[in-house]
Nanobody
Framework: VQLQASGGGLVQAGGSLRLSCAVSGSFSSINHMAWYRQAPGKDRESVAQ???????KYTDSVKGRFTISRDSAKNTLYLQMNNLEPEDTAVYLC???????????????WGQGTLVTVSS
């Protein structure tokens, strides 16, 4: 299974970006999915999460600005980021907990990350 993140780039403060994370490979289903970010010199933090039923959770600093969504038919997770701030500059990584019916196991997987740079 591979997670391919895309959509990062350089944007001015106040601008918008939409990140995508496509899951490919052989698996039974995708459960919990999330976006994390890691800024230089800082710990990785959870930005937005979506559970299997569509419930969402956001870190306080992005509430009202970021929206996590999922296209189950395309096995793709999205993060719409509006009103970006310089403090949002980081590598954004997608995470998915994937269920394999043949082994009855749920395994967490990470994408490679996509860089978001917000200039002031």
């Amino acid at each position: 299974v591979q997670l391919q993140a895309s959509g990062g780039g350089l944007v001015q403060a106040g601008g918008s970006l939409r990140l995508s994370c496509a899951v490919s490979g052989s698996f039974s289903s995708i459960n919990h999915m999330a976006w994390y970010r890691q800024a230089p010199g800082k710990d990785r933090e959870s930005v937005a999460q979506m559970d299997h039923s569509g419930g969402t959770k956001y870190t306080d600093s992005v509430k009202g600005r970021f929206t996590i969504s999922r296209d189950s038919a395309k096995n793709t997770l999205y993060l719409q980021m509006n009103n970006l701030e310089p403090e949002d500059t980081a590598v954004y990584l997608c995470n998915a907990w994937i269920y394999y019916a043949d082994s009855d196991r749920t395994i967490g997987s990470w994408g490679q990350g996509t860089l978001v740079t917000v200039s002031s």
